[in-house]
Every structure is written in structure tokens, then in C-alpha cells.
């Protein structure tokens, strides 16, 4: 390759480079959703003196096993936190919606599992569907 070609061809990679990071260095990411603290009128309670880890999850979704194996693998590797799983179960779901998700949730050891009819509990927390939330030992919500 001559001489003609390369320089630009560097030239050009350089540049790209230089402006890759400069977008990242002005990257911010989005704000943590979600209640500061564990919601005072939650009918879930959180463990004392361990991380609280809350996951909602949608009824109709398919089984979000990633998910929940993650959970489980923490679950058992670590026995200072507790695992809520929060199945959400909207309005017009069937009254069997989620069935196969609570059992699976069921299956993480010490597991609190929620069935969430119409989401309110979600609301409670400021969550959306397939959000997972840590609180600390201090109740504080973790980023």
C-alpha cells in the first residue's frame, strides 16, 4: 500500500477514535428507578439485617430463567440476602398467569414469592416489569 493511502486511511481511524471517546466520556447513565427506601404500605416485608434484592417480573412473559438462575446462584452462594421475587399479574391476565414462574421462584432457597394482582405493589416500589431493585441493610435503595 503506498503512502497515499495509509495516512488517511490512520487519519480517519484516529479521528474515530478520538470521537468514540468523547461520547462516552459525556455519557450519563439514566437515573435508578424505583423507591429510595422499602415502601412503608408494601405488604412485603423485608428482612432485617441482610440486602433485600426485589425482582419483578411480568406473568405473560416467557420464563425469565436467566433471571431467576441469577438469583438462585445468589441465593445460595450468599446467605446475608434475601430474594423477593414479585410476580406481576395485570388485570385481564387469567388467574393461572404466572403459575409456572412461581413455582420456579419457589425453587430459590429462603425465596419470599409474590403474586402482584393488577401491579399495585410494583407502583408501590416505582418499578417496571423486569426491574430488580438491592436494598441495603439499611433499607436504603443500592445503584
Known amino acids: 500500500m503506498s503512502t497515499r493511502v495509509v495516512a488517511p486511511v490512520v ?7 478520538a470521537a468514540a471517546f468523547g461520547a462516552v466520556s459525556r455519557y450519563q447513565a439514566p437515573p435508578v428507578s424505583g423507591a429510595a ?3 412503608a404500605d408494601s405488604v412485603m416485608a423485608p428482612a432485617t439485617g441482610v440486602v433485600n434484592v426485589v ?11 436467566a433471571k431467576l438462575g441469577e438469583l438462585a446462584e445468589l441465593a445460595a452462594l450468599r446467605r446475608d440476602v434475601q430474594v423477593h421475587v414479585v410476580i406481576v ?9 404466572g403459575d409456572a414462574l412461581v413455582e420456579r421462584a419457589a425453587e430459590i432457597r429462603g425465596a419470599q414469592v409474590f403474586v402482584d394482582e393488577g401491579g ?5 416500589f416505582g418499578a417496571a416489569v423486569g426491574t430488580t431493585l438491592v436494598y441495603g441493610r439499611d433499607g436504603a435503595r443500592q445503584r
Request: aromatic share 12%; net charge positive; glycine share 6%.
Open 11 to 17: 487519519a480517519a481511524w484516529f479521528i474515530g477514535v
Open 37 to 39: 427506601t422499602w415502601p
Open 55 to 65: 425482582l419483578f417480573v411480568d406473568s405473560d412473559a416467557p420464563a425469565p430463567r
Open 89 to 97: 399479574r395485570p388485570g385481564a391476565a387469567p388467574r393461572d398467569a
Open 120 to 124: 399495585q405493589e410494583a407502583r408501590r
